[in-house]
């Protein structure tokens, strides 16, 4: 259990079908990543539509530590100047594992000493991997059981080369080096070794992101990447709107019936979100894409799924809490990582569905989730985890009295989840 400065949020049931059309706020996963490119570019970087949330604030406050000018325009824009990197800082990660796996690479680039902490929940994610490998790139780093806080002592330049690491608990310790490769003297060679290796599709972003701003790198092996040393360029750099938050509302049709259009949605993207539509179809949805975006349209059927979330475990809270409301068995694999995230979500997720009177089991590497008829109403806990709140929202629609715990926690990547929430279920409260 957490404790909260908020009271629980009563999470509005649907009373009838759905009809909503939702504009989201732009990826924290594009956000967090332009913001770092931004403040390693040769030049100034507009940077369209970016995300406001926490994590982004506290990527942006970082980089600002370490002497990048970031100006927000009247627009909502943000115009990025790159930084000097020669000044000492002291770096709040919050809970941002972006911001925790990011910025070390690129503060160690620093000729001054930059020290980093976080929340207390932030303390216990794991680290060892980040601080391991920037030692291994020579770099002096100062740490207690690797984790939370550190302090890196930086020479002004990093030289970089051939690089092995275990990124089996995060695929963030990958993506957090090869953004800054680019200015190491000879860039890296980045191998994983280890079981396996969580969200791929997050370092295909990366890469991605890379290349689109003149950096060149390959990857001549399924878990080999290169980073050639040069410079990045700046320009003008769009960002999506946020897939993986589309998720709950995409759900909202399933679980209430109707439809649900999220416009913008992209032709083509990185995004593990955009998962959500194969899934989702698979789960008894119907989905479209046209000029205005991507629709989902449902009878309020759910159907039980058995799916390997490795490619994107960001997306089992949404699918967990449809599995908790559908009317035959799920089994979820490919997530172990999970334990590591914000809160241990496999925990989470089996204790607040139990809770409800759901039936969940953990397992080794995800969750098996059989159909219950007694679903009831129960103070449903967030566990400083914005997407343990938005799996509890889900859930509400078709429950009364759930209760969440901490809406505001949804804060971390979509401030207005709340609000968008209840506009969207207007017509049908």
Not at 339 to 354: P, V, Y
Request: with cysteine.
């Amino acid at each position: 259990m957490t404790l909260s400065s908020y009271s629980p949020w009563p999470a509005p049931v649907a009373k009838g079908p759905i009809t909503a059309e939702v504009a989201l706020p732009g990826s924290k996963s594009l956000t967090n990543r332009e913001l770092v490119l931004s403040a390693l570019a040769k030049e100034q970087t507009l940077l369209v539509a970016p995300l406001k949330s926490r994590d982004s604030q506290l990527m942006i406050e970082a980089l600002r530590s370490l002497g990048t000018q970031i100006k927000e325009l009247e627009s909502g824009d943000l115009l990025v100047t790159p930084a000097a990197f020669n000044q000492k800082a002291k770096i709040d990660c919050g809970l941002a594992g972006t911001v925790m796996r990011f910025v070390p690479p690129i503060a160690a680039l620093s000729s001054e000493e930059i020290h980093f902490d976080g929340d207390e929940a932030a303390r216990r994610r794991p680290m060892n991997v980040t601080i391991s490998s920037l030692r291994g790139l020579g770099v002096t780093v100062h740490d207690k059981d690797g984790a939370l806080p550190f302090t890196i002592e930086g020479a002004g330049r990093i030289r970089g080369g051939e690089l092995t690491i275990d990124a089996s608990s995060s695929s963030q310790f990958v993506s957090g080096l090869l953004l800054a490769a680019a200015r190491f003297d000879d860039g890296i060679t980045l191998r994983h070794e280890g079981e396996h290796l969580p969200s791929l599709p997050h370092i295909e972003m990366t890469l991605d992101c890379l290349a689109k701003r003149g950096v060149n790198v390959s990857s001549p092996a399924p878990t080999v990447w290169q980073v050639q040393p040069g410079e990045i360029n700046g320009g003008r750099i769009a960002i999506e709107p946020d897939l993986s938050n589309a998720g709950p509302f995409l759900a909202a049709a399933m679980v209430a019936g109707g439809s649900v259009t999220i416009p913008g949605w992209p032709d083509s993207t990185t995004q593990v979100g955009d998962e959500f539509d194969g899934i989702l179809q698979q789960m008894g949805a119907r989905i479209s894409r046209s000029e205005k975006g991507l629709t989902i349209t449902s009878d309020g059927k759910i159907n039980g799924i058995t799916i390997d979330l490795s490619i994107g475990g960001e997306l089992a809270p949404v699918i967990a809490a449809l599995a908790a409301i559908a009317d035959s068995p799920s089994r979820i694999s490919g997530i172990a990582h999970l334990r590591g995230h914000e809160t241990d979500r496999l925990a989470a997720l089996a204790t607040e569905i139990n809770r409800i009177g759901g039936i969940c089991r953990e397992t080794a590497d995800g969750l098996e989730v059989d159909p219950s008829e007694n679903l009831h109403g129960a103070l449903w806990h967030t566990y400083e985890d914005h997407r343990m709140a938005t799996a509890g929202a889900i859930i509400g629609l078709r429950v009364p009295g759930i209760e969440i715990e901490d809406i505001k926690t949804t804060s971390k990547t979509m401030p207005t989840f709340d609000k968008l929430w209840l506009d969207m279920i207007g017509t049908a409260i």
